[in-house]
């Protein structure tokens, strides 16, 4: 409406002026209700052009969108293993802060666990202590090996040096021969015994006490699993739980966090295909919201999606028809306060309406431009005044729409 009567000033009111001082047509006599098509023909065939072509320029290089929202993403409350609730810390709609505990889960199982953990791993201190007594033992056991040994070897030879003589027999020095080979299988017995005890306490025990030093942290961990903590600050919500409740990781979870910051720094916005070519990052935008009213927010593009995402394909077990897909999508354009607290006092969560605006300054400021080039950049840099102003009015209309003329 706006656009047509701008139109209007530049066709129809120079004509009817023509008509009314130039031919001295007057609006009741000659020009009536019947005769205005043929009296003013040219300036509202001129009008009606003037104010397409004017709609299609502003809205093409000034985008407007109502698929505006202060989109925010929620965590999930759950645990990391299924469990019987035995303690609640918090209630619906608390506050939070990063770390805090929220509910805890039975965790009596862990806890055997964990105290099995600890006795393990203090028997195998005690059968440290049990094999170093034993090596200590075992010396004694070596020398003592050792010196029988020695006394039968010497006797031995002793003996063996009185065969010849006849005073010891043959049979006598063939016995003590295998007495030495029996006293050095003890003494390898012995050492062999040491070394064994040695093994033990230097590789076999410290690997064991490793070992079940690691159990005792897993089964520390899975008690820790037991006690749910809020990953970041915000407001807990859905949160229902009360002891003996069941939770599910899968099936069914605890209730939902709302992050502290959600949905307070970046609006996303949904734009026609056709102003893929417009929209540029850096561009500044506007943008009311119904959570806000009266209020005109300065915005800019930070960021724009380069997909349109009613285009993916997911894999699955049936052909995709193309004509699924045939509603085109809207590109997704990230805005963000072009001052600091732009966002402030609006819900995360709110409906809202957007303007972006094409800015041709570097292009104007260019010495090669052309004369047509500069003039019809300077139009559509000045047309984007015309939507601005369609904002706000919209600003002003939001309330009025949203509690009189939506049905309530």
Known sequence: MFELFLCSILTILPDYLYRRYAQ????????????MWYELRWGITACLLLTVLLITMIFYFHPSTRNVTAIFRTVTILPETIGRVEEVYVEVNGKVEAGAPLFRLDGSAQKAALETARRRIAEIVAETTVAQTELAGVDGLIQEAQGAYQMAVDEHEMKAQLVDSGAVSRREVERLATAIDSRKGAVDAALAKKE???????VLFPTQKASSEAALAEAQ?????????AGVAGTVQQFALRPGDVVNAMLRPAGVLVPENAGRTTLVAGFGQIEAQVIKRGMIAEATCVGKPFTIIPMVVTDVQDVIAAGQLRANDQLIDVQQMGQPGTLTVFLQPLFPGGLDGIPPGSSCIANAYTNNHDALADQDIGTLRWLFLHAVDAVGLVHAMILRMQAVLLPVQTLVLAGH
């Open 196 to 202: 064994t005890l040695e093994t033990q306490i230097g």
């Open 24 to 35: 001295g047509k007057r609006i009741g006599r000659e020009i009536t209700l019947y005769s």
């Open 221 to 229: 961990v899975e008690l820790d699993k037991t006690l749910v903590r």
